[in-house]
């Protein structure tokens, strides 16, 4: 069984930081890309940042140059380092990770955190 469980979001105000992280756990062989959308009321989920295996970094142009995606394979652990935050910025945030499991070892499945919610005060 593999889980995603993130923690950091919460409250600040407009120009705050926060650090969001995601730990995967279970019976994982590997970890491709692990990214973080996010959801606002009323609208559809959309990407934020994506991150590869080797480091490479995809970001939303809403969010470049304020946010920094990173991760430790290490510790299957993917963080978003949240700076300059906006009232815009306000939405659920989900954990998402490509992950190949001992269980399925020749295909990798989508797997999802619970969400976080991030709110920005104006």
């Known amino acids: 069984q593999v889980q995603l469980v993130e923690s950091g979001g919460g409250l600040v105000q407009a120009g705050g930081s926060l650090r969001l992280s995601c730990a995967a756990s279970g019976s994982i062989f590997s970890i491709n890309v692990m990214g973080w959308y996010r959801q606002a009321p009323g609208k559809q989920r959309e990407l934020v940042a994506a991150?590869?295996?080797?480091?490479?970094?995809n970001y939303a142009d809403s969010v470049k140059g304020r946010f920094t995606i990173s991760r430790d394979n290490a510790k299957n652990t993917v963080y978003l380092q949240m700076n300059s935050l906006k009232p815009e910025d306000t939405a659920v945030y989900y954990c998402?990770?490509?992950?190949?499991?001992?269980?399925?070892?020749?295909?990798?499945?989508?797997?999802w955190g619970q969400g976080t919610q991030v709110t920005v005060s104006s």
């Open positions: 998402n990770a490509e992950i190949i499991a001992f269980a399925s070892p020749f295909i990798s499945d989508p797997y």
């Open positions: 991150i590869t295996k080797g480091g490479s970094t």
